[in-house]
């Protein structure tokens, strides 16, 4: 993350050469946003600001955060903050995907209110102009809490709230406001010194949406850079950072020696408290606004053993900083717990034998275990580690995550092609299940969520697996199908527009289906309703089958969500339509309904194409008169097999009516001459 | 395989004798009743038997030269010698009916040519009907099956090579 950071500062401090220039790109037909003319001052560490100019008012002044595609936007804040004004939050005048030249592509847009003041700190290793504590109060506590306020209403959080992401509204210092917090996935461009020590142990990206109360830590150590001016702790390299926390607290860290006013000491107290719970809240920071004084806070520092863990060459005083260790050296750790080290330890050095016990329990039971053992014994370790700090993240070899950041990470490793087997290893053996039942305190729906992923994860076909899951957790993520190319798909009513405008790229004769993993998994996403039978349907082998399920998924948002006419997707499903043609056995039918498909094809209409094809009666008539037909072919065979195999049978007939007409003849010869005679005898 | 036939036989004639000896009381009695009739009329017409003994000769012929279930001959062949023979037991009947004139009638060249070329006429006859007929039926048959491969085709035309699979059995009419 200081990586991250002190590019963002080199960026912000202008020297990184700007994107490739081009046209500008136009967002919602109103805002131009001007790519030759880069605004490095403003630009975010995972966004380039351009100046961007409203067509109905040239005056507003404005600028614009080009997101970049590989990472996920937080789709849903913008939402919620589009249009909002208020003290704190910088105005979000409007957002969305638009065509831009330098990416050649589409991207996400946000389009800010631009400040008329700098940037407060443009690198945490560089000073701020210092805020007593007599102004802070009314110029950063106050908006800033109010900015707080206005999200928490919402539902949302900031999570990108840092000394370098606070601007001056106004030229004269006097107002301030935090800067962008939707370009990148939550926390993501968070400085380890700006997390708790929950959030710090997890990847940047899958540090999760995270509550209020990482919000106001984050505050609580933006107040205290203006307060000092500086970075207190900019001597420390993130690991040694997150050991001192843990070891000492974070107060205890990041204050250190500085002498503070007693008031500040309370609020940073209250804000900086490690324990999420005991964190002071809005209501405690309205209470100190108003001058109402709260005892300070103290520390709950964890109980230091006795005697110290040797691990990997380093002692370790508590649980938690060892736990922290052991799941960064994940293959390293797991011997000295098989071995009963750590079992000894905690029942020796700390004194818990409650815990002791769990933890031989834990081991006892992974030994024991008939299934594999490296799974059995890297399932042990990740209980083991949450017995020794359940407020940890979810930790599994070397991934470590929120429960809600499992969205973001996943999204942002996809974009980029990064390994994903850890965080898909971690959901397939129900690790997060594990943290859940650590942490009785979680709600239960991110649990059956997993579970659900779980699911979806067993499930290998079109519309299931891994890109299911990046849509399940991504509610905001644009479809990343290539078929769909530029186009910027969030929302399923824009999907069938966007696969329209696909079928003119292309090539004439293609068998290739208007859908594919991503495609489906995103319509299985986003469907209001279950259309999970439908999604399995896709796989069949039978071509027909499948076909016909996605026509029927394409009628049915096309009936309900529009629009009426596509005659580019219908006449690709037509030009695929020849196996659903061909479940019909009748060729008379199956020529009707090729003389039909031209018609609806022009007309754009997926719904009737579906009807033509998929008529229920139709279908049933045709299976009834084509298994009569099989029946009279087989009537028609077996008879012709008769009539040709008995030639004996056939002859034997043959001498014997032969023999019954010619004595028939002769008796009736014989009578006809009595007649005669008679006749000729009495005349 | 080759004994079986022979035992099918022995099983058929034990059972035929079985049938037979059933039967015996009822149509031993009636042919004996019928010979008595017979034997009975034969002074009164004693000039029509001898003529019909012995110009009848090729049908008794026939009736004892065949074997097996379907003895038709005697039939076909009797049927003609009847018409060759009637004309001339007409005019015995109709003329003097006595035994000289049936001596007459016997050693009468025309009498006899006239009843045995008749027989074999029916002899002809008899033998000719069975490959007769048999072409009939074959020419029938191949004309059944020529039809009903022609109803295979369009069957096929209308339906496609699938149509030559067998049904299953076990599928609803309507799943198709």
Redesign the interface.
């Known amino acids: 993350m200081a990586e991250a950071e002190a590019a963002a500062g080199e960026k912000q401090a202008g020297r990184e050469a700007p994107a490739q220039a081009g046209p500008p790109g136009v967002l919602r037909d109103r805002y131009v946003i001007r790519s030759n003319q880069p605004l490095p001052d403003l630009s975010a560490p995972n966004a380039d600001a351009f100046a961007a100019e409203d067509k109905r008012d040239s005056n507003r002044r404005l600028y614009a955060l080009i997101c970049k595609p590989e990472l996920p936007p937080r789709v849903n804040v913008m939402r919620a903050l589009k249009g909002v004004s208020t003290l704190g939050l910088q105005s979000m005048i409007e957002w969305g995907p638009m065509a831009w030249a330098p990416a050649g592509r589409q991207c996400m847009t946000v389009v800010y209110e631009r400040p008329a003041g700098n940037r407060v700190m443009t690198s945490l290793r560089g000073e701020a102009r210092r805020i007593d504590e007599y102004d802070i109060t009314r110029k950063v506590i106050e908006p800033l809490v109010n900015g707080i306020k206005e999200l928490t209403n919402r539902g949302i959080t900031h999570r990108a709230i840092r000394p370098t992401n606070l601007f001056f509204m106004d030229s004269g210092g006097d107002r301030l406001a935090f800067g962008d917090c939707v370009t990148s996935p939550p926390a993501f461009d968070q400085p380890l010194v700006c997390e708790s020590v929950e959030s710090a142990m997890c990847l940047p990206v899958s540090r999760g949406s995270g509550t209020y109360a990482d919000d106001l830590y984050a505050l609580g150590v933006t107040i205290l850079f203006l307060l000092l001016g500086r970075n207190p702790v900019a001597h420390y390299d993130d690991e040694a950072l997150l050991r001192a926390k843990i070891q000492m607290g974070s107060y205890a860290t990041l204050v250190g020696d500085e002498r503070l006013a007693l008031p500040m000491i309370e609020v940073l107290r209250g804000l900086l408290c490690d324990d999420p719970d005991q964190r002071w809240d809005i209501a405690s920071l309205d209470l100190w606004l108003q001058g109402r004084r709260l005892s300070p806070l103290q520390p709950r520092i964890e109980k230091r053993a006795a005697r110290a863990f040797p691990f990997q060459g380093k002692e370790y005083l508590n649980c938690r900083e060892l736990s922290a260790a052991m799941a960064k050296n994940w293959d390293l750790a797991i011997p000295p717990v098989l071995e009963g080290k750590l079992e000894l330890w905690l029942r020796r050095a700390i004194e818990d034998k409650e815990r002791a016990a769990v933890v031989a329990d834990v081991v006892r039971m992974a030994l024991g275990s008939g299934t594999d053992k490296r799974v059995a014994t890297d399932l042990m370790l990740c209980k083991v580690l949450m017995l020794l700090d359940a407020n940890a993240p979810i930790r599994y070899k070397g991934f470590s995550a929120m429960p809600d950041g499992y969205g973001a990470a996943l999204a942002a490793l996809m974009a980029t092609r990064g390994d994903y087997r850890l965080l898909v290893e971690s959901i397939v053996r129900d690790v997060p299940k594990l943290w859940f039942e650590a942490r009785s305190d979680q709600p239960d729906a991110s649990e059956a969520n997993f579970r659900e992923l779980r699911a979806y994860l067993t499930q290998t076909g079109m519309g299931f697996g891994i890109e299911r899951c990046l849509y399940e957790m991504n509610d905001a993520l644009p479809c990343q199908s290539p078929l769909l190319g530029e186009e910027y798909v969030v929302e399923l009513r824009e999907l069938l527009p966007a696969l329209n405008a696909a079928a003119g790229r292309r090539s004439e004769g293609s068998k290739q289906w208007p859908c594919d993993r991503h495609i489906a998994a995103f319509m299985g996403a986003r469907a209001r309703s279950d259309i999970d039978r439908n999604l399995q349907a896709l796989a069949d082998p039978d071509g027909g089958t499948g076909l016909m399920a996605l026509i029927n998924l394409f009628a049915v948002f096309q009936y309900r969500l529009g629009p009426e006419q596509l005659p580019g997707l219908t006449g690709w499903l037509g030009a695929l339509a020849q196996p659903a043609i061909a479940a019909y056995h009748s060729r008379e039918k199956r020529k009707e309904l090729e003389k039909e498909l031209p018609r609806l094809v022009r007309k754009g209409s997926i719904v009737e194409l579906y009807s033509l094809l998929d008529d229920a009666n139709a279908r049933a008539k045709d299976g009834s008169e084509f298994t009569w037909a099989q029946t009279q072919y087989q009537a028609a065979e077996d008879e012709i097999r008769r009539l040709q195999s008995d030639e004996e049978e056939r002859e034997r007939e043959a001498d014997r009516i032969g023999k019954q007409t010619a004595a028939v003849t002769g008796i009736i010869i014989g009578m006809v001459t009595v007649t005669i005679t008679v006749i000729m005898t009495v005349w | 395989m080759a004994r079986k036939p022979a035992a099918k036989s022995a099983v058929a004639q034990a059972q035929a004798r079985a049938a037979a000896a059933k039967r015996k009381p009822g149509g031993g009695t009636n042919k004996v009743a019928m010979l008595m009739i017979v034997a009975a009329l034969i002074p009164f017409s004693l000039p029509t038997a001898t003529v019909l003994v012995f110009t009848m000769l090729p049908t008794l012929a026939a009736y004892f030269s065949e074997r097996g279930n379907?003895r038709?001959?005697w039939?076909?062949?009797?049927?003609?010698?009847?018409?060759?023979v009637?004309?001339f037991l007409?005019g015995l009947w109709?003329g003097v009916h006595t035994e000289d004139e049936a001596l007459r009638l016997i050693s009468d060249g025309n009498v006899l040519v006239s009843a045995y070329a008749t027989s074999a006429l029916?002899w002809m006859?008899?033998k000719?009907?069975?490959?007769?007929?048999?072409s009939w039926?074959?020419f029938s048959?191949d004309r059944?099956?020529g039809s009903?491969?022609a109803?295979?085709r369009k069957?096929?035309?209308?339906?496609?090579d699938?149509?030559?699979?067998?049904?299953q059995s076990d599928?609803?009419?309507?799943?198709?």
């Not at chain 2, 076909?76 to 018409?83: D, E």
């Not at chain 2, 069957?155 to 496609?160: F, Q, R, S």
């Not at chain 2, 699938?162 to 049904?167: H, I, L, S």
């Not at chain 2, 599928?171 to 198709?176: D, E, T």
């Open positions: 379907s038709y001959a039939l076909c062949v009797g049927g003609l010698n009847f018409a060759g009637i004309p007409f109709f029916g006859i008899y000719a009907m069975p490959p007769m007929i048999g039926l074959k048959t059944r099956v009903l491969k109803a295979q069957l096929i035309e209308d339906w496609g699938e149509v030559a699979r067998k049904p599928a609803p009419p309507a799943a198709g």
